[in-house]
T-cell receptor
Framework: AQSVAQPEDQVNVAEGNPLTVKCTYS??????LFWYVQYPNRGLQFLLK????DNLVKGSYGFEAEFNKSQTSFHLKKPSALVSDSALYFC?????????????WGAGTKLIIKP | DGGITQSPKYLFRKEGQNVTLSCEQN?????MYWYRQDPGQGLRLIYY???????QKGDIAEGYSVSREKKESFPLTVTSAQKNPTAFYLC??????????????FGEGSWLTVV
C-alpha cells in the first residue's frame, strides 16, 4: 500500500539554526515527491518536487529536499531558519505509474521557529 | 492573475441545510480536486474530476456532491447528510504537463461552520 509518514507532529528550531522536516514514503513504483507549506487559514503552497535526476532539489524560500531512494526518504531542509518559516508542512507522494495521478499525503508537521 | 479562486471564504450553515462552495480556476487545468481539512489535521480527498463531465469519489465522499459542467468550475455541495461538516475545504487543480510532475495547486480555502 502507498503511504507517507511524517514522524514528527512538531519541530522546534531556533532562528538561524538549520532545520529538517522528515518524510518517508512507500510506493510500489517510482515516486514523484512533493513538499507544500500551509500558513494559518490559507491554502497549501507548493514548495518543491522531485521527479527525476539530481537527488537534491531546490525550491522556494531557500528550502531544499534530498531524495534518498535506499532510505525511501525526502526530508525538507533549510540551512538557516527564519521566524517566518513557522507553518504547517506537508509531504506528498505519487506513484509515477498511477494513471489516476492521486497524491498520498502525510499528516503534516508543524514547524515552530523561535526568535 | 492566474489561479484558483474559492468562495466564500467563510460560510455558516444551519442544521439540515445544503450549501455550495465555489471553485473556479483560470489555469486551463484538466483535473480538479476537493479536500477536507479538520483543525490540526491533514488532507482528506472528497471528490476529484480528471475531465469535464466526469468525477470520481474520494475517500470521504458521503454527504457531499459535485458537478463538472465546465473546465473552469468544480463546485462542491455539502448536503444535510454530512453530519459533521464543520471544516476547512480546499480546492485544487492540476495540469497535464507530464514533464512537470503534474503539480497540484491550491486555492485559499473556505471555512464552513455549522451553527
Amino acid at each position: 500500500a502507498q503511504s507517507v509518514a511524517q514522524p514528527e507532529d512538531q519541530v522546534n528550531v531556533a532562528e538561524g539554526n538549520p532545520l529538517t522536516v522528515k518524510c518517508t514514503y512507500s510506493v510500489s513504483g517510482n515516486p514523484y515527491l512533493f513538499w507544500y507549506v500551509q500558513y494559518p487559514n490559507r491554502g497549501l503552497q507548493f514548495l518543491l518536487k522531485y521527479i527525476t535526476g539530481d537527488n537534491l532539489v531546490k525550491g522556494s524560500y531557500g528550502f531544499e529536499a534530498e531524495f534518498n531512494k535506499s532510505q525511501t526518504s525526502f526530508h525538507l531542509k533549510k540551512p538557516s531558519a527564519l521566524v517566518s518559516d513557522s507553518a504547517l508542512y506537508f509531504c506528498a507522494v505519487r506513484d509515477m505509474e498511477d494513471s489516476n495521478y492521486q497524491l498520498i499525503w502525510g499528516a503534516g508537521t508543524k514547524l515552530i521557529i523561535k526568535p | 492573475d492566474g489561479g484558483i479562486t474559492q468562495s466564500p471564504k467563510y460560510l455558516f450553515r444551519k442544521e439540515g441545510q445544503n450549501v455550495t462552495l465555489s471553485c473556479e480556476q483560470n489555469l486551463n487545468h484538466d483535473a480538479m480536486y476537493w479536500y477536507r481539512q479538520d483543525p490540526g489535521q491533514g488532507l482528506r480527498l472528497i471528490y476529484y474530476s480528471q475531465i469535464v463531465n466526469d468525477f470520481q469519489k474520494g475517500d470521504i465522499a458521503e454527504g457531499y456532491s459535485v458537478s463538472r459542467e465546465k473546465k473552469e468550475s468544480f463546485p462542491l455541495t455539502v448536503t444535510s447528510a454530512q453530519k459533521n461538516p464543520t471544516a476547512f475545504y480546499l480546492c485544487a487543480s492540476r495540469g497535464r504537463n507530464r514533464n512537470s510532475g503534474n503539480t497540484i495547486y491550491f486555492g485559499e480555502g473556505s471555512w464552513l461552520t455549522v451553527v
